[in-house]
């Protein structure tokens, strides 16, 4: 059991925390946000994720894991290890913005015992864990990161049954006291370098992030050319050396990871005198998705959207998690207002403000009342439990868009125009 300390309560944070402290250690989360603080010690989870609300109430009780705005409180906890979970977002050339965590790392190195271990799990372009140990003028503490790979949605899964973990330390014995941490998870683990660790998470995000765009580019294709794009997934995920993973056509991706990540990345590689151009390829590839859906949705509307009334199910970037980020389905709507359309969304979990033209709909048959065109943009399998007959009764035009290809064949009698992404309207 050690002491730990997590700083940044956000996605990460959270999940690490409440990991951390269900793997037997003493954690302390902090964060600046009081508000968010104050939910977290009422056992109120600050974001969407199965399991969480039971694990905070668990590991508040047992005095395992608590939370505190004041830096005072964590310093007087002496960790021997403290976490680095704040947000490295894009700044406005494309690369990461590191003013947050250089800011956090800092006010953090004045508080901390000697020998203690800072371990950045945020996001951070290779060099960065170097200049932050620079920054501050303490020998007697150590710098590691530890990349984090969870998936919003499966994020407290994903911490307890990782796919790998990675730790990365010029020193060999910081990097065996950070993996000591995890001795109970039972998975692939992986010691490296500083810089290779920081890497290691940008490639994997924008890996992950080019399969997408190929696939979606593909999907395209087998409309145009009239394959059947599920045969054609299907046929190219048999082969080993590909797999079936990650081979889901859809409006795009986003979330809080893949754009600024392999905008990063790009910029990153321009400042080594490297190119990355699969990686910008799949960026402006996503661009063209984003396009081609609001495209869709026009041509659905009797090719104009002035004044035509969308209904829209999903605005969460996945389903099972609250989080708009970079949500594919809000630049969606945002080109589909920009063409004059009206918006009814709704989302089981997530919640955008109102705007000109955008109203959020209390439920999912409540937001296709009138509607000219009903869109799928969040892969939530209970959309795919509402009534058809439900839906058409009450839209204008019986028009629907699959751009997440969740619904079953049986709604197909019940529209006059039925289509899912990748195939041609029938
Ligand atoms: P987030 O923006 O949701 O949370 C960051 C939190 O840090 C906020 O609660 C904020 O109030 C807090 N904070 C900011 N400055 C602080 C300071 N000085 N002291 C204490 N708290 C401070 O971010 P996130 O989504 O959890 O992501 C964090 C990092 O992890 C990013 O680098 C991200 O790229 C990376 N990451 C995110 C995910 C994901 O799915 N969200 C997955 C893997 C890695």
Redesign the pocket.
Known sequence: MKRIGV????????TTSVGLAQLGHKVIG????AS?VESLLAAKP??HEEGLENALSKLLESHDLRFTNHIEELQSFEPEFVFI?????QDASGAADLT??N??AQ??ALILPAGAIMIV????PVGTCQKITKSFNRSDIFVASN??????GT?IKDFMEPDRIVVGSNSSEVSKKVMSLYDSIDSPKLETNLESAELI?YAANAYLAMRLSFTNDIANLAEATKANVDQVLLGMGLDKRIGNSFLKPGPGWG???FP??TSALVSMAKGYDSALPLVESAISSNEAAFKRSVDVIESLAEGQLMNKTIAIWGVAFKANTD?T?DSPALRIIDLLLKRGAKIRAFDPIARVPEAAGLSMASSAIEATKGADVLAILTEWPEFSMVSPEQVVAGMKNSVVYDARRILPESWRPHFSVFKALGEASK
């Open positions: 700083i940044g309560l956000g996605y990460v944070g959270l902090y964060d600046l946000d968010k600050t974001i979970c704040v947000g490295t977002p947050i965590i800011s956090a006010e953090v799990k945020s996001t951070v990349p984090e790979f969870l998936r919003e994020a998470k979330g809080s990871c600024k990540d989080d980020r």
